[in-house]
């Protein structure tokens, strides 16, 4: 199954969703793709003006273009996903996209599609870690 | 080359980070990222004393304490972030006001959309530019010899010649062609001046059409209206020591610039929309059917509270004329209402982001228009300073500046 991480350039979730057999929807992908194959100069993330209009589909002309430009990348992925992972208040070497509006929109549009959902909170040790890793393991042998 | 450190949120999801880093080529810069490490950001959020919840936030942060704590090398700084964020605009501010407080460098801010474009922060990073490459002649409060400034508005274009540090001949016409209107204006400030073109030294061009007329009269000093206009100003209002802040409503964007000694070392430049700028005073005076010049003293004897007028578009604000006219309102009020609503949104929208030091010292073609003097310091809480010969500041900047190559 497709399982959206979040933060989606989290290397650890990545990994773990990879392990349990399923198949990853993060942000290496989308930006690999677009440094890879666009023939642009558009750096460092070669999001164009396009992507960012594109991004009207997840939230309105009103919203900040930072924002509507990261929901350009992750909002067709959170479409395509048959199930998320959501890791609360990471500190950001965890995996993070910046700006915690976009954070708060990716979470609900997650939640709108009523598609099954673990949300984790971010272990402060190791013991809540192994618990935190256990849950994510539970819920990942448990998607069919 | 010069280094102008970025401190951002958003560009590289915006797609404007190119044009960011094409606008500081084309004036010679560099721009650069202050190294950090993952440690450094808890800290300097610490320090800071403000914890915003989005972690780029917190990177502009750390980023800023670098350069305060002198671990990273820059010449000047841009802080910039996306266009409507509170949370960034809360930021944006306070970490211009922490990087002033803790280094001598030249600041910009700016809230950018995906439209941005290279040329609209051409003239911001010029001016940080020029603040840091060209302080000898920034510092220049004497002009020598026979020069002259062109100063080619969006609004006007203006001449002046100056000799000996005197003003000895001036004129303006409405912007047309930027040749045509600049070579009209300069004829007559030499005919006024009784001078011909060969016994000028030197010539220094500012405004819009400033890299035209720089090629077009061979000019000695080819600069953005920043800075020309903060040195035009201090000359004429003979402020050229201490402290004071410029500012200059324009046709098409305002600018604010705070200096000392006569060195620009802060501004902002605004114009996101025309309810803001000299556009919509020419507007309201149009739809008065009035000379422009007559609405300043119109406006002097209308009380603004007796018309609601307070729009940031000129279009709705000029619905509003259109509504408080309709209601039988006088022609005074309704003058006095359109000044105050041009500086009550300077206030809000530029002057937000600068820390206003005095005097306040009001230049450009609407300082002219005394109801607008009267409304900014209703609105400021202290009468600006006119000078005389105001909106000949960028001319006289050019003039001065320029016989520094002398």
Known sequence: MKVFIDPPNSLILFDLVERFGHEPLGAMAVIQERIDNIELDMPPMNVTLDDVVKGLKYAGVEVPSGIRGRLALWGPLIDEADAA?????????????????????????????????????????????????????????GLK | MIKIAQLSCGTEYSSVQYEIEKAARSVGAKVVYPDVSYADVS????????????????????RAVQ??????????????????????????????????????LPVVTYSFTERLKASQLLTRMEALVTIVTRKDILARERQTGLTAGIDSGSSTTKALIMENNKIIGKDWTSSGDVVQSATAVLENAMKEAGVEFKQIEAIGVTGYGRFTLGKHFNAKLVQEELTVNSKGAVWLADRQRGEATILDIGGMDNKAITVRDGVPDNFTMGGICAGASGRFLEMTSKRLKIDIEDLGRLADKGNWRNAKMNSYCS??????????????????????????????????????????????????????????????????????IVPPNSQYIGAVGGALLSSGFL
């Open chain 1, 85 to 141: 992972i959501i890791m609360e208040d990471p500190p950001f070497n965890f995996g993070c996209v910046g700006c915690e509006r976009s954070n708060e929109m990716v979470k609900y549009l997650l939640r709108r599609r009523g598609i099954p959902l673990i949300s984790v909170k971010y272990p402060e040790n190791e013991e809540e870690a192994k618990v935190t890793v256990g849950r994510i393991k539970e819920f990942l042998e």
């Open chain 2, 43 to 62: 800290e300097a959020v610490k320090r800071f004393g403000f914890n915003p919840r989005s972690q780029q936030l917190k990177l502009m942060i750390a």
């Open chain 2, 67 to 104: 350069l305060a704590d002198e671990k990273y090398d820059a010449d000047a700084v841009f802080i910039t972030t996306c266009f409507r964020c509170a949370e960034a605009a809360l930021v944006r501010n306070e970490l211009r006001r922490f990087i002033q407080d803790n280094t001598r």
């Open chain 2, 315 to 384: 279009v709705f604000g000029i619905q509003d004329l259109v509504t408080t006219l309709g209601e039988g309102k006088t022609f005074e009020d309704v003058a006095a209402a359109a000044c105050h609503s041009v500086a009550e949104q300077v206030y809000e929208q530029q002057l937000q982001e600068i820390d206003v030091r005095h005097p306040i010292i009001q230049v450009g073609g609407t300082s002219l228009i005394s109801g607008l003097v009267t409304a900014v310091g209703e609105v400021l809480g202290e009468k600006p």
